[in-house]
C-alpha cells in the first residue's frame, strides 16, 4: 500500500510556471506507474499524464502535450508535474494516482490516490 501526498499548487498568473510535486509513502515506489489526474469544477476528472516505473515512457493528455512534463525520482520517492505556460482552462484539483498493475497505455486502474492540490490560473 502507498499514501500519496501532493504539494505545490497555488495562484499562477497566466503564461506562469507551476511544479507540482506528490511525495509517496512506503519503499516500493519504484514498482508503481506513476499519474496524475485533474478535475476542474463541475467537471469529471480526466488523466493528464503518466510514467513509467523506470521513466522510460511517459504518456500525456493531448490538452498537455508539450506544456506539461511528467518526472519521477525513485531515490526521493517523489514524481513531478512541470506545468508551463499555464492558462485558466488548466486551472483544476490535481490528483496525483498510483497504480500497481498496467502500464502508462492505459488510462484506468489505477488503485491509489492522493487529496489533491489546487491549481488556479488566472491575472
Known amino acids: 500500500q502507498v499514501q500519496l501526498a501532493e504539494s505545490g499548487g497555488g495562484l499562477v498568473q497566466p503564461g506562469g510556471s507551476l511544479r507540482l510535486s506528490c511525495a509517496a509513502s512506503?519503499?516500493?515506489?519504484?514498482?508503481?506507474?506513476m499519474g496524475w489526474f485533474r478535475q476542474a469544477p463541475g467537471k469529471e476528472r480526466e488523466f493528464v499524464a503518466a510514467?513509467?516505473?523506470?521513466?522510460?515512457?511517459?504518456s500525456y493528455a493531448d490538452s498537455v502535450k508539450g506544456q506539461f512534463t511528467i518526472s519521477r525520482d525513485n531515490a526521493k520517492n517523489t514524481v513531478y508535474l512541470q506545468m508551463n505556460s499555464l492558462r485558466p482552462e488548466d486551472s483544476a484539483v490535481y490528483y496525483c494516482?498510483?497504480?500497481?498493475?498496467?502500464?502508462?497505455?492505459?488510462?484506468?486502474?489505477?488503485?491509489?490516490w492522493g487529496q489533491g492540490t489546487q491549481v488556479t490560473v488566472s491575472s
Open positions: 494516482a498510483a497504480k500497481t498493475l498496467g502500464t502508462v497505455d492505459s488510462r484506468s486502474g489505477y488503485n491509489y
Open positions: 512506503g519503499r516500493t515506489f519504484s514498482s508503481y506507474v
Open positions: 510514467i513509467s516505473r523506470n521513466s522510460g515512457r511517459t
